[in-house]
């Protein structure tokens, strides 16, 4: 099983940023998806989750500036990032279960002018 996560990169405060994740080698199902991040010296944490049934859950620091996708038949998870303020800079990983808890890499996020 691999996710491969792209779209990170530098931008300005009040940018936009689109991170996409795609997984291979899954066999069942996906369940949830989702995106965490981790700035330095900080715990990862919860950016945005996407359930099976579309469901969705946004830590309260994105609600309004991010927004998650999944496409099913492709087995991939976006997260669209507008108004990104310095406080967004990290890592971020995506994150899928199936059977079991996969992540990806982590892709590096910096908003910065």
């Known amino acids: 099983v691999q996710l491969q996560a792209s779209g990170g990169g530098l931008v300005q405060p009040g940018g936009s940023l689109r991170l996409t994740c795609a997984a291979s080698g899954i066999i069942f199902r996906i369940n949830d998806m989702g995106w965490f991040r981790q700035a330095p010296g900080k715990q990862r944490e919860l950016v945005a989750i996407?359930?099976?049934?579309?469901?969705?859950n946004y830590a309260d620091s994105v609600k309004g500036r991010f927004t998650i996708s999944r496409d099913n038949a492709k087995n991939t998870v976006s997260l669209q990032m507008n108004s990104l303020k310095p406080e967004d800079t990290a890592v971020y990983y995506c994150y899928c279960y199936s059977q079991s808890a996969y992540w990806g890499k982590g892709t590096q996020v910096t908003v910065s002018s």
């Open positions: 996407i359930s099976g049934g579309d469901s969705t």
